[in-house]
């Protein structure tokens, strides 16, 4: 990999852009079958809150590993981060009119709280050994 593209695959701006991307257009696709412009809210809504979600996510998992130990810092982190972002999604758009609430979460929630556990479980052996 040349060092500009490694560069800019370590970007957070890359990272915030893509998450906006694809999954404020998993949220359209989600939504399609209702009228405009209930697939384009959905889309900028779920594209914003993914976003800020990339941005804030490995920190967070970061700080919450450091408050555990043992088995419970395996497991808390990923937990919390999981259910703040369920919570967070679903009140967000419940409140933003989104017609397809749990197909439109589904994807973002598992990406989110995938990346939570595999992130942790990293820092959780690092810590470990």
Known sequence: MSPPFARLMRSSIVHVGF?????????AFANRAHPMP???YAGLLQGAISATITLVLKRAIEYLA???SGLAALL????IAGLVSATLL?????LGGTPEIAKTIAVPLTVATSY???YNYSLWRIRKA
């Open 19 to 27: 998450a906006f991307l694809a999954m404020g257009g998993w949220a």
């Open 38 to 40: 209930a697939p384009l």
């Open 66 to 68: 450091s408050r555990f």
């Open 76 to 79: 808390a982190p990923p937990v």
């Open 90 to 94: 679903t009140i967000l758009h419940t």
């Open 116 to 118: 939570a556990a595999l």
